[in-house]
């Protein structure tokens, strides 16, 4: 099944009159998209001069490809460059929509055109880390027998979203996002194109508007131009018959700067680590900056709390006790009120994030988790016992009752006194280091000056 029929097929095969037709009611970002390597905008880092994605492509000698990159880094179109650069017929499915009833009939037309002519067919497949394991493991026979060449576009990490024996198959390169730079530079090719372009208008744009177009297209070359041509259509020529764009009619054309980010893919991840890396190392601005835009980018605000709330304990911790209950309450507060006003509660909670001391200590807890794992744990020593369950056993036998041995400590001199709490096995043993910054120095001191008090008066 191809999603894209209409739209793809000027890249079907067929005459070259056939594949190079322009569908004149096409968005100019359809009738723009690249034909051929020299046509191709970006990616020089495999396919710039004497790169091997190039020599490869140069030779005809293309094996199974994936491609990994964020959205619209030209990953659907380096796939038709390919098949055209090599002639090959070109087969699309959707990895969201079609599954192994689409692939088999793909491989049933691949065989009968390699039987017919020897042309080698080439199946991209869309965002192909939506398949399953059973579904990309379809795959492997096919490519193996040669019926078909594969090329993968997905924007999550291969090497957790696609199974391994399908990986050792391919090759995998890496696209990354498109700069503004390669945006004018497709606004500028399709002002002069006077076939699939708006050469043949009469068209000015200032440099200031097409400056806005490409930065608020946020690497988006189609985005770009279809803003462009709504920009050009919409405009009234002058009485010399000139359509002038200036930057105003940029802005009405495209008027929210889009943000690339997929809050559900390898992004998010990479931002959410950067907003935790951010706090963690007290910088408040670089902080702010990722959570706006994980914000724009869609994410949840409830998620980017949950991470607060962590880090509240992770990386703070007793350092400022109160900023676990800082960002609990800033939480509350977001979802009585939610946006935009919530922007005042997440900035709270974000900047004194930032702005506290630092302590990591809670992460005794893993130590002491870790001791218990592999060593057990060790028998409660009687003091520590239950006073009534071990009251019983101490009338039975007629014997003291070791729970008689506690020591109370609000009996004691600034209620702390000197006793044993852990198994015997284990007593020696410290997890739990204090740090020296913030309010946990404070209180580690005060225990600290307790304990010389009362071992003082011992003496």
Not at 403 to 417: A, Q, R
Request: include cysteine.
């Amino acid at each position: 099944m191809d999603l894209f029929k209409e739209e793809d097929q000027e890249y079907k095969t067929g005459s070259g009159k056939e594949r190079n037709s322009v569908n004149p009611h096409e968005p100019l970002a359809t009738r723009m998209r690249p034909r051929s390597l020299g046509e191709f905008v970006g990616q020089d880092h495999i396919v710039g001069e004497g790169m091997m994605l190039r020599r490869m492509i140069e030779s005809g000698v293309i094996g199974s490809l994936v491609f990994y990159g964020p959205p619209s880094s030209g990953k659907t179109t380096l796939a038709h460059v390919i098949s055209r650069e090599i002639n090959a017929e070109f087969e699309i499915l959707n990895a969201v929509l079609d599954g192994i009833k689409d692939l088999r009939q793909v491989v049933d037309r691949a065989e009968k055109i390699q039987q017919m002519n020897g042309r080698k067919t080439i199946l991209f497949v869309d965002e192909i880390h939506r398949w399953n394991k059973a579904q990309q493991d379809a795959l492997l026979p096919h490519l193996e027998s040669g019926v078909i060449t594969l090329i993968g576009a997905t924007t999550e990490n291969p090497f957790y979203s696609l199974v391994g024996p399908l990986l050792s198959r391919c090759q995998l390169f890496e696209l990354y996002d498109l700069t503004v730079d390669h945006v004018l530079t497709m606004i500028d090719r399709a002002l002069e194109d006077k076939e699939r372009g708006l050469g043949n208008k009469n068209v000015e744009v200032t440099p200031e508007a097409k400056k806005h177009l490409a930065d608020f297209a946020g690497g988006d070359i189609r985005n770009a131009l279809n803003a462009l041509e709504v920009a050009v259509l919409s405009s009234e020529p002058d009485e010399d018959g000139v359509i002038h764009i200036d930057l105003d009619i940029a802005k009405e054309c495209i008027q929210k700067r889009s943000v690339r980010y997929d809050s559900t893919g390898d992004e998010h991840y990479h931002y959410a680590s950067a907003f935790i890396k951010s706090m963690r190392g007290s910088d408040p601005d670089a902080a702010l900056y990722w959570m706006v835009a994980m914000l724009e980018g869609g994410d949840d605000p409830n998620f980017i709390f949950r991470r607060m709330l962590i880090l509240a304990s992770e990386d703070v911790g007793m350092a400022d006790p109160h900023a676990l209950s800082v960002i609990n309450a800033a939480h509350e507060a977001f979802t009585k009120c939610g946006m935009p006003e919530g922007f005042y509660f997440l900035s709270h909670a974000c900047v004194y994030l930032s702005l506290a001391p630092k302590s990591n200590s809670l992460g005794a807890i893993f130590s002491v988790r870790s001791e218990i794992q592999n060593n057990g744990i060790g028998p409660v020593p009687a003091h520590l016992q239950d006073k009534t369950a071990n009251s019983k056993k101490a009338r039975y036998l007629d014997v003291k009752n070791a729970s008689d041995e506690y020591k109370y400590p609000h009996s004691y001199d600034h209620h702390w006194v000197e006793q044993q709490y852990l198994p015997d096995d284990v007593n020696s043993k410290s997890w739990y280091e204090a740090g020296d910054i913030g309010r946990e120095q404070k209180l580690a001191d005060r225990i600290e000056a307790i304990k010389k008090a009362y071992r003082k008066s011992r003496k």
